[in-house]
């Protein structure tokens, strides 16, 4: 293969490769999968930067003599990097192998962050901080004093970055030398491999000059730690670090899933907590309407044809009044209360081409496989309790590797006679995207089940499942039906303008949720994060003009809705001028949303002095040129 | 600094640190004159400028406004406008308004100077476009002017620096006003296209009109302060001069200003130059002498006469990039095609057209401020806001013609932050104004139809900063305030410098005109001196 261009050199990144980073990178490979090993070994070397754009590999002879492996396997390799766009060939004297860096566009980031679950992302999180915080807390130790230099260089770099790969390739290049200030080599391939893993996502943590100051700071501590011999400090302060890093990918990741679809819902002014109370009362109202509708047909001794007919029409029908994330329904029968069918489910799937009857469930006890549903708590509760009630988290029985919630509405009878449940399951990860553009803009929140454990939110530090200990500092909210309850960190109640009240400022908020809802370009103004800042930052920003602002909010109904707002824009016109102009300023401050509609923000854009020659040289000027007698004769 | 001792006596007061006082200042300390400027306002921090901030187009709508009179900052005064057709703005500062103008750097053509002679309207400038043409190519070396000579609109005329690019969306424009036969020219601007003196290259935010963060627009803090205060100028800011005082000779003898905390201040000088502009002059004039005439009112002519170059905006809305967030704005181009008197259109004179760029993304949802909610908000504001980086607009300066009863007075009621009386703005558009108007939204709506707008929007009248005509220059103290070089014909030793002097508008910029004639005025009254009675 041979390419007509090779790159050029970008000598400020081609540093002399060190003798252990030689080693590291060069050195002998252990692996079975040799091809791969190394595929992975250069990639992570050109994403942490190490192998320079531009730059030449040795030959391929020299190359996989000293990596120990058979040129063809190398050859492999190459040609695998070469498909992915990171190494062109050339042939001649001058030609070789040479390195290409990606362009720092960060789709293949947001793709790989949005594909990931949360709990895989916290599970990436807590390797990586380990990794981080037990290198510095060895290095505090061990670290020599040209280890501390080249940090300090990598913490400077990260300041200086001008763009999110850059700064994280500074971020790869500082771990690499914690690692190896520690002195474990094992540490140092680990901190190799984890570039691959969640590292180079960093970059995306790093996008904002405050967001590489506030980092370049945190590993600055880190430094200074490592000088004084304070492991404890060390370990903390990069353990931090990596913590906020993460953190930020955890909300990057929501906002990405509140932004990837148009959610219609996030447009009406509600908070996560209004959300999560609108779910539980129409799942439980939908439930209740299976319920009754089939506990007639139940109770009055029906043939099995009958019911079963009664119950498929019910539940057809209702499927459709069901929350979009609902992804299958149908009802459980108590054990004996069907005639010939001692265990009965009749289940459906929500599919693109609408419900699908779901038989995978085995009803015959004689089975090995048979599902024995009888002692299961999302029917043996409602079997003593009669009111409905939520189950899960718990891993899909099927075996799906999925966290699944079951909602269940009790069929009774006239007499009170338990019939079964209706009954819908819901994936956490689908819970999760559909309340992606709340948690995308709540403060710290957890959506926790009667047992303590976590259902949704978006933090890291918890996983689906965990139990959740009662903390200080929360606030908390109840959802009886279910036993749910929603844990938000209080924030600090302090106003972020003098101007308005917090009460003020939500009901812009809520303005904005609904003037302004997103669509598939632009994220909802409810999934900002910084939505109510930049509020906050418009409010300020109109001086005077607060005092119609604070009147037309006195003269907006509570929670506006679309149909409120636009009676108030023919009744309050100027009110609702600077208010929507308020809240449209806040919204398109946002860099998020800037980006959206392609609208550069923040930039000097010093022009080419020699482009309006350019223009000139078009001819566009030659007709004005030809004019003559334009100028009047004036004694 | 701090406020003047009573004793002081100075060469030379200039009232005004705008444009033309600092182009006064300068040239006076240069020549060896003391000199002392007072200033209502105070410096512009470029840091505190809006236009890279995130909330831009918020604060323009309040604490940057064009007019004062929303702004409702202390050092500006405020305006009675209850009888004017047409918004004024202005902005209180050292460099004046200058800090806030659009840098659109254009002479006035020949035939401004005589449009009695020529089409029978107003009268004849006492002088004529060659008097200032030395002028003009001087003051544009000084501060760097940036355009591409040979307009065939014009005399021969260069400048110190190439133009700045058209930019997508001018040269859209451009080919279609070559379709349409009309004239057009790459925009001439007192914006650097490359460093000069201690002015950075332009960096295109685009917001030239709120005042460039990047200090490359030679706003008159930056393009001439400097040089003004290093030739020896004390400028004195927050001195909000009350009265200009009169010796028992008849003849100025100084001011006396109030410093912010209401504290009177006297200051003594051998000459007096006002440079407070259209209507800041006539206000002191009037606030000064006998009541209630005013001071140097002999012929009553102090304060009538005001034109403003009532401005129309079209904006039309495009479907291609034109990445009208660049700068500078500033003009993309310029047209003078509708400029000359055309007795078929059915009016006197003419107009001059710039083409900007807007910048922000509010500009783009203001344009369907009439739509039904419906159509401007939920889905269809994001629809809208990617309008924004598609904007051009055609601004059409119109030459109004002098009325006497378009007027500054003093109103009786309001005051500024000192207890000052606030002026009282009498305008009236014209019937040959308003014709000018029409014609010129038809014509600018043909221009944008033809580039294939797809949305159009209607300014009609855009805040006027071109204050002018108060104290017109003329032969005659009957028929005039001053002489052909600003100098009082009651007051031998007091000057106007600013756009007041102007007989008739014409339909350009000013700022050009106003500086080019007080560089011409500082240099007469620098050379007769020596037979002024009243100079030590």
Same mark, same amino acid.
């Given at each position: 293969?041979?390419?007509?261009?090779?790159?050029?050199?970008?000598?400020?990144?081609?540093?002399?490769?060190?003798?252990?980073?030689?080693?590291?990178? &060069?050195?002998?490979?252990?692996?079975?999968?040799?091809?791969?090993?190394?595929?992975?070994?250069?990639?992570?070397?050109?994403?942490?930067?190490?192998?320079?754009?531009?730059?030449?590999?040795?030959?391929?002879?020299?190359?996989?003599?000293?990596?120990?492996?058979?040129?063809?396997?190398?050859?492999?390799?190459?040609?695998?990097?070469?498909?992915?766009?990171?190494?062109?060939?050339?042939?001649?004297?001058?030609?070789?192998? &040479?390195?290409?860096?990606?362009?720092?566009?960060?789709?293949?980031?947001?793709?790989?962050?949005?594909?990931?679950?949360?709990?895989?992302?916290?599970?990436?999180?807590?390797?990586?901080?380990?990794?981080?915080?037990?290198?510095?807390?060895?290095? $505090?130790?061990?670290?020599?004093?040209?280890?501390?230099?080249?940090?300090?260089?990598?913490?400077?770099?990260?300041?200086?970055?001008?763009?999110?790969?850059?700064?994280?390739?500074?971020?790869?290049?500082?771990?690499?030398?914690?690692?190896?200030?520690?002195?474990?080599?094992?540490?140092?391939?680990?901190?190799?491999?984890?570039?691959?893993?969640?590292?180079?996502?960093?970059?995306?943590?790093?996008?904002?000059?405050?967001?590489?100051?506030?980092?370049?700071?945190?590993?600055?501590?880190?430094?200074?730690?490592?000088?004084?011999?304070?492991?404890?400090? $060390?370990?903390?302060?990069?353990?931090?670090?990596?913590?906020?890093?993460?953190?930020?990918?955890?909300?990057?990741?929501?906002?990405?899933?509140?932004?990837?679809?148009?959610?219609?819902?996030?447009?009406?002014?509600?908070?996560?907590?209004?959300?999560?109370?609108?779910?539980?009362?129409?799942?439980?109202?939908?439930?209740?309407?299976?319920?009754?509708?089939?506990?007639?047909?139940?109770?009055?001794?029906?043939?099995?044809?009958?019911?079963?007919?009664?119950?498929?029409?019910?539940?057809?029908?209702?499927?459709?009044?069901?929350?979009?994330?609902?992804?299958?329904?149908?009802?459980?029968?108590?054990?004996?209360?069907?005639?010939?069918?001692?265990?009965?489910?009749?289940?459906?799937?929500?599919?693109?081409?609408?419900?699908?009857?779901?038989?995978?469930?085995?009803?015959?006890?004689?089975?090995?496989? &048979?599902?024995?549903?009888?002692?299961?708590?999302?029917?043996?509760?409602?079997?003593?309790?009669?009111?409905?009630?939520?189950?899960?988290?718990?891993?899909?029985?099927?075996?799906?590797?999925?966290?699944?919630?079951?909602?269940?509405?009790?069929?009774?009878?006239?007499?009170?006679?338990?019939?079964?449940?209706?009954?819908?399951?819901?994936?956490?990860?689908?819970?999760?995207?559909?309340?992606?553009?709340?948690?995308?803009?709540?403060?710290?929140?957890?959506?926790?089940?009667?047992?303590?454990?976590?259902?949704?939110?978006?933090?890291?530090?918890?996983?689906?499942?965990?139990?959740?200990?009662?903390?200080?500092?929360?606030?908390?909210?109840?959802?009886?039906?279910?036993?749910?309850?929603?844990?938000?960190?209080?924030?600090?109640?302090?106003?972020?303008?003098?101007?308005?009240?917090?009460?003020?400022?939500?009901?812009?908020?809520?303005?904005?949720?609904?003037?302004?809802?997103?669509?598939?370009?632009?994220?909802?103004?409810?999934?900002?994060?910084?939505?109510?800042?930049?509020?906050?930052?418009?409010?300020?920003?109109?001086?005077?003009?607060?005092?119609?602002?604070?009147?037309?909010?006195?003269?907006?109904?509570?929670?506006?809705?679309?149909?409120?707002?636009?009676?108030?824009?023919?009744?309050?016109?100027?009110?609702?001028?600077?208010?929507?102009?308020?809240?449209?300023?806040?919204?398109?401050?946002?860099?998020?949303?800037?980006?959206?509609?392609?609208?550069?923000?923040?930039?000097?854009?010093?022009?080419?002095?020699?482009?309006?020659?350019?223009?000139?040289?078009?001819?566009?000027?030659?007709?004005?040129?030809?004019?003559?007698?334009?100028?009047?004769?004036?004694? | 600094?701090?406020?003047?001792?009573?004793?002081?006596?100075?060469?030379?007061?200039?009232?005004?640190?705008?444009?033309?006082?600092?182009?006064?200042?300068?040239?006076?300390?240069?020549?060896?004159?003391?000199?002392?400027?007072?200033?209502?306002?105070?410096?512009?921090?470029?840091?505190?400028?809006?236009?890279?901030?995130?909330?831009?187009?918020?604060?323009?709508?309040?604490?940057?406004?064009?007019?004062?009179?929303?702004?409702?900052?202390?050092?500006?005064?405020?305006?009675?406008?209850?009888?004017?057709?047409?918004?004024?703005?202005?902005?209180?500062?050292?460099?004046?308004?200058?800090?806030?103008?659009?840098?659109?750097?254009?002479?006035?053509?020949?035939?401004?100077?005589?449009?009695?002679?020529?089409?029978?309207?107003?009268?004849?400038?006492?002088?004529?476009?060659?008097?200032? +043409?030395?002028?003009?190519?001087?003051?544009?070396?000084?501060?760097?002017?940036?355009?591409?000579?040979?307009?065939?609109?014009?005399?021969?005329?260069?400048?110190?620096?190439?133009?700045?690019?058209?930019?997508?969306?001018?040269?859209?424009? *451009?080919?279609?006003?070559?379709?349409?036969?009309?004239?057009?020219?790459?925009?001439?601007?007192?914006?650097?296209?490359?460093?000069?003196?201690?002015?950075?290259?332009?960096?295109?935010?685009?917001?030239?009109?709120?005042?460039?963060?990047?200090?490359?627009?030679?706003?008159?803090?930056?393009?001439?302060?400097?040089?003004?205060?290093?030739?020896?100028?004390?400028?004195?800011?927050?001195?909000?001069?009350?009265?200009?005082?009169?010796?028992?000779?008849?003849?100025?003898?100084?001011?006396?200003?109030?410093?912010?905390?209401? *504290?009177?201040?006297?200051?003594?000088?051998?000459?007096?130059?006002?440079?407070?502009?259209?209507?800041?002059?006539?206000?002191?004039?009037?606030?000064?002498?006998?009541?209630?005439?005013?001071?140097?009112?002999?012929?009553?002519?102090?304060?009538?006469?005001?034109?403003?170059?009532?401005?129309?905006?079209?904006?039309?809305?495009?479907?291609?990039?034109?990445?009208?967030?660049?700068?500078?704005?500033?003009?993309?181009?310029?047209?003078?095609?509708?400029?000359?008197?055309?007795?078929?259109?059915?009016?006197?004179?003419?107009?001059?057209?710039?083409?900007?760029?807007?910048?922000?993304?509010?500009?783009?949802?203001?344009?369907?401020?009439?739509?039904?909610?419906?159509?401007?908000?939920? *889905?269809?504001?994001?629809?809208?806001?990617?309008? +924004?980086?598609?904007?051009?607009?055609?601004?059409?300066?119109?030459?109004?013609?002098?009325?006497?009863?378009?007027?500054?007075?003093?109103?009786?009621?309001?005051?500024?932050?000192?207890?000052?009386?606030?002026?009282?703005?009498?305008?009236?558009?014209?019937?040959?104004?308003?014709?000018?108007?029409?014609?010129?939204?038809?014509?600018?709506?043909?221009?944008?139809?033809?580039?294939?707008?797809?949305?159009?929007?209607?300014?009609?009248?855009?805040?006027?900063?071109?204050?002018?005509?108060?104290?017109?220059?003329?032969?005659?103290?009957?028929?005039?305030?001053?002489?052909?070089?600003?100098?009082?014909?009651?007051?031998?030793?007091?000057?106007?410098?600013?756009?007041?002097?102007?007989?008739?508008?014409? *339909?350009?910029?000013?700022?050009?005109?106003?500086?080019?004639?007080?560089?011409?005025?500082?240099?007469?009254? +620098?050379?007769? +001196?020596?037979?002024?009675?009243?100079?030590?």
């Amino acid at each position: 293969v041979t390419e007509d261009a090779s790159p050029d050199v970008d000598p400020s990144e081609d540093e002399a490769l060190s003798v252990p980073t030689r080693t590291l990178l &060069f050195g002998p490979l252990g692996s079975t999968d040799v091809s791969s090993a190394v595929v992975h070994r250069l990639r992570a070397a050109i994403g942490l930067g190490l192998l320079a754009h531009g730059r030449r590999l040795p030959r391929e002879a020299d190359l996989a003599a000293e990596m120990g492996i058979t040129t063809f396997a190398l050859r492999e390799a190459l040609a695998t990097l070469r498909r992915q766009g990171l190494l062109v060939t050339k042939a001649g004297k001058y030609g070789g192998s &040479f390195v290409v860096h990606p362009p720092d566009n960060d789709e293949l980031e947001r793709a790989e962050l949005l594909s990931l679950s949360s709990p895989e992302l916290r599970d990436l999180g807590d390797w990586r901080q380990m990794l981080a915080s037990h290198a510095a807390a060895l290095a $505090a130790h061990r670290a020599s004093d040209s280890n501390m230099v080249t940090l300090r260089l990598y913490a400077d770099r990260v300041r200086q970055a001008r763009t999110g790969p850059e700064a994280r390739r500074a971020h790869g290049r500082f771990h690499l030398e914690l690692a190896s200030a520690a002195q474990s080599m094992r540490l140092t391939r680990a901190e190799f491999a984890v570039h691959e893993q969640i590292d180079w996502l960093f970059g995306l943590a790093l996008r904002t000059k405050k967001e590489r100051v506030d980092s370049a700071r945190t590993l600055s501590t880190v430094v200074d730690a490592l000088e004084d011999q304070d492991s404890v400090t $060390a370990r903390a302060a990069a353990e931090s670090y990596v913590a906020t890093l993460v953190k930020r990918l955890a909300q990057l990741r929501l906002e990405l899933i509140a932004s990837g679809e148009p959610h219609q819902v996030a447009a009406d002014g509600s908070t996560l907590e209004s959300e999560v109370g609108s779910i539980v009362s129409r799942l439980v109202t939908s439930l209740a309407a299976v319920a009754s509708d089939v506990a007639p047909a139940m109770d009055g001794g029906s043939s099995f044809q009958e019911l079963r007919t009664r119950v498929s029409l019910t539940s057809l029908q209702r499927l459709e009044a069901f929350p979009a994330f609902v992804k299958g329904a149908g009802i459980v029968a108590e054990v004996g209360a069907v005639p010939d069918h001692p265990y009965w489910i009749q289940w459906w799937l929500k599919t693109e081409s609408g419900p699908v009857e779901d038989n995978h469930h085995v009803m015959d006890p004689e089975r090995e496989d &048979f599902y024995d549903y009888q002692d299961m708590p999302f029917i043996a509760e409602p079997r003593l309790t009669h009111v409905p009630g939520a189950y899960g988290p718990y891993v899909d029985y099927g075996g799906v590797d999925d966290y699944i919630l079951t909602i269940t509405s009790p069929i009774l009878g006239t007499g009170g006679t338990f019939f079964g449940v209706s009954c819908a399951d819901i994936r956490v990860a689908d819970l999760e995207s559909w309340l992606a553009p709340w948690l995308a803009s709540a403060a710290e929140s957890y959506l926790i089940n009667g047992q303590g454990r976590m259902i949704v939110s978006n933090a890291v530090s918890h996983g689906i499942g965990d139990v959740m200990t009662r903390q200080d500092g929360f606030h908390e909210v109840e959802f009886p039906v279910f036993g749910w309850r929603l844990l938000t960190r209080a924030t600090e109640q302090r106003s972020r303008t003098d101007m308005l009240t917090t009460e003020e400022l939500l009901r812009l908020r809520e303005v904005a949720t609904v003037l302004l809802p997103g669509d598939g370009v632009s994220p909802p103004a409810g999934s900002l994060p910084a939505l109510d800042d930049l509020i906050a930052a418009a409010v300020t920003a109109i001086g005077p003009e607060v005092d119609l602002v604070r009147d037309g909010l006195a003269a907006l109904p509570g929670q506006p809705r679309w149909d409120e707002l636009r009676e108030f824009s023919s009744t309050h016109p100027d009110e609702f001028e600077v208010i929507s102009t308020v809240v449209a300023g806040a919204y398109f401050m946002s860099p998020t949303v800037l980006d959206s509609i392609g609208y550069p923000h923040g930039q000097r854009k010093p022009v080419r002095n020699d482009l309006v020659v350019d223009e000139l040289e078009t001819g566009v000027l030659d007709p004005v040129l030809a004019r003559t007698g334009m100028v009047r004769v004036s004694p | 600094v701090s406020g003047g001792s009573v004793d002081q006596v100075v060469d030379v007061l200039i009232v005004g640190a705008g444009p033309s006082g600092s182009v006064v200042a300068h040239t006076l300390a240069s020549r060896g004159f003391s000199v002392l400027c007072l200033e209502q306002a105070d410096w512009v921090d470029p840091g505190d400028l809006p236009g890279s901030k995130p909330e831009f187009e918020l604060l323009t709508r309040t604490a940057w406004h064009w007019e004062p009179n929303v702004r409702r900052r202390p050092e500006d005064y405020p305006l009675e406008t209850s009888e004017a057709e047409a918004p004024l703005s202005m902005f209180g500062a050292v460099g004046g308004s200058s800090v806030v103008f659009g840098a659109h750097w254009m002479r006035l053509l020949p035939s401004d100077f005589r449009v009695r002679t020529l089409d029978g309207v107003a009268e004849d400038w006492p002088i004529g476009y060659d008097d200032l +043409a030395p002028y003009y190519d001087r003051v544009d070396a000084f501060i760097g002017v940036s355009g591409l000579g040979g307009d065939p609109a014009y005399p021969p005329q260069d400048f110190p620096m190439p133009p700045h690019p058209l930019g997508p969306g001018g040269l859209k424009m *451009a080919a279609t006003m070559n379709r349409l036969g009309w004239h057009w020219w790459p925009g001439t601007q007192a914006i650097p296209s490359s460093s000069f003196k201690n002015m950075g290259q332009c960096v295109r935010w685009g917001v030239c009109e709120r005042g460039c963060p990047a200090g490359a627009k030679a706003s008159f803090d930056l393009a001439y302060w400097p040089h003004s205060s290093a030739a020896g100028t004390r400028l004195v800011t927050n001195a909000r001069v009350a009265r200009i005082t009169l010796g028992s000779n008849g003849h100025a003898d100084g001011a006396v200003w109030l410093d912010r905390d209401g *504290a009177e201040h006297r200051v003594r000088a051998n000459a007096v130059v006002l440079a407070a502009n259209g209507v800041g002059t006539p206000r002191l004039l009037l606030m000064s002498g006998d009541q209630p005439n005013g001071l140097a009112n002999s012929s009553g002519l102090v304060g009538k006469n005001l034109m403003i170059h009532p401005n129309r905006g079209v904006i039309g809305v495009y479907e291609d990039d034109l990445e009208s967030w660049n700068g500078p704005a500033g003009q993309l181009i310029y047209s003078l095609e509708f400029y000359e008197t055309d007795e078929s259109r059915g009016f006197a004179r003419g107009s001059k057209w710039n083409l900007m760029p807007i910048p922000g993304v509010l500009s783009a949802l203001d344009l369907y401020r009439d739509l039904p909610f419906e159509q401007r908000w939920g *889905a269809s504001a994001h629809r809208l806001s990617r309008g +924004a980086g598609r904007l051009l607009c055609w601004y059409s300066n119109i030459d109004d013609l002098p009325e006497e009863t378009n007027q500054v007075t003093l109103d009786p009621e309001l005051t500024d932050s000192s207890g000052l009386p606030a002026p009282h703005i009498r305008y009236r558009i014209s019937e040959n104004t308003r014709r000018s108007l029409d014609f010129s939204e038809q014509r600018m709506t043909e221009a944008h139809l033809a580039a294939g707008a797809v949305h159009l929007a209607l300014d009609p009248l855009v805040p006027s900063g071109h204050l002018l005509g108060t104290a017109r220059m003329g032969h005659d103290p009957a028929t005039s305030v001053v002489d052909p070089f600003g100098r009082s014909h009651d007051i031998p030793n007091l000057f106007i410098v600013d756009g007041s002097v102007m007989v008739t508008g014409g *339909a350009m910029n000013p700022t050009s005109t106003i500086t080019a004639f007080a560089l011409r005025a500082a240099e007469h009254l +620098a050379d007769t +001196a020596p037979t002024m009675t009243t100079m030590v």
